[in-house]
């Protein structure tokens, strides 16, 4: 079982920035990809960022690309998402997931950590 815990989120103003992280305990996430979701209030579910589980491939939402960045440390077990140069449209709960990018299946689920952008 891996249990995995969002933190970093909270409100930024536009055009600032946030690290949001995402410690995994249980298990080692070396084996996994991971990814960023995002929830906005009366909104689906929407795709924000992917890195496979070697750290040698990314992938982004064309929403956040160029503005955000997803990381790995293996020896911290964390993945991270810089988010810079926010914009209100990207407040929303972020959750991390690991599993298979490619199968689409996510087995591991963190709680969520709010983003709030505003000035």
């Known amino acids: 079982q891996v249990q995995l815990v969002e933190s970093g989120g909270g409100l930024v103003q536009p055009g600032g920035s946030l690290r949001l992280s995402c410690a995994a305990s249980g298990r080692t996430l070396s084996r996994y990809d991971m990814t960023w979701v995002r929830q906005a209030p009366g909104k689906e579910r929407e795709f924000v960022a992917v890195?496979?589980?070697?750290?040698?491939?990314?992938g982004y939402a064309d929403s956040v690309k160029g503005r955000f960045t997803i990381s790995r440390d293996h020896a911290e077990n964390t993945v991270y998402l810089e988010i810079n140069n926010p914009k209100p449209e990207d407040t929303a709960v972020y959750y991390c997931?690991?599993?298979?990018?490619?199968?689409?299946?996510?087995?591991?689920w963190g709680q969520g950590t709010q983003v709030t952008v505003s000035s």
């Open positions: 890195i496979a589980w070697s750290g040698g491939r990314t």
């Open positions: 997931a690991a599993g298979d990018s490619n199968t689409g299946t996510w087995d591991y």
